[in-house]
């Protein structure tokens, strides 16, 4: 990983966040302040099953992976990528020990912020809760959205959809974790894959 200043990567995230739209540059000013930056190299994880999660994230590189072991078994649940707010709620809110963990699929820059930081924030200038908590509505809507995907439609549908909603995750994370996330064996993801590239080749 190239090591950045942490001026430099302050700047990073301040065009970064400009690019939303959606906050002043004062705002960004008083987020800066009140937050951190963050490098984890690919493998690392940002949080491990069983440690409560003290911090709410905002990436700003990278693709971190969510999981959970089940008999043994890590089911993913979610990838986050450049854009996308990281939090594990239940653990974040309550002090709780976390049933998910956050897995660094590519070296990552995550701007991360404590409760206590978030509140300060809010106290300087209340309009940012409005802010925060619309950025945390998007996230909530991607994990109904996840819900319908897994109740919503066989294992073909459900890869389909992601080419259609999430393509970039085909490029940066392996097949063996999307196969996860959709909830299908690897083995039977290899078979979807074929049969669409040859369905592709005869129309």
Request: include cysteine.
């Amino acid at each position: 990983m190239i090591r950045l200043t942490l001026d430099t990567m302050k700047d990073i995230a301040r065009q970064f966040l400009l690019k939303f739209n959606r906050f002043s540059s004062n705002e960004i000013d008083l987020i800066l302040y009140n937050t951190s930056i963050e490098e984890f190299r690919k493998g690392q994880f940002v949080i491990q099953e069983g440690s409560v999660c003290k911090k709410c994230y905002f990436v700003l590189k990278g693709v971190l992976r969510q999981f959970k072991t089940i008999d043994g078994v890590e089911k993913t649940s979610d990838f986050f990528l450049e854009k996308d707010p990281v939090v594990l709620y239940s653990s974040y809110m309550h002090g709780k020990p976390s049933e998910n963990s956050l897995h660094c699929m590519e070296d990552c820059v995550l701007l991360s912020g404590t409760k206590e930081q978030e509140i300060a924030m809010q106290k300087s200038n209340p309009s940012l809760e409005h802010l925060l908590y619309g950025l945390l509505a998007d996230d909530y809507r991607k994990a109904e959205n996840y819900i319908t995907l897994l109740n919503g439609f066989n294992p073909e549908q459900r890869y389909l959809a992601l080419l259609e909603t999430r393509p970039e995750l085909l490029n940066r994370v392996p097949l063996v974790y999307i196969a996860s996330y959709i909830g299908i064996t690897p083995e039977s993801l290899s078979r979807i894959r074929k049969r669409i590239m040859s369905n592709t080749q005869k129309s």
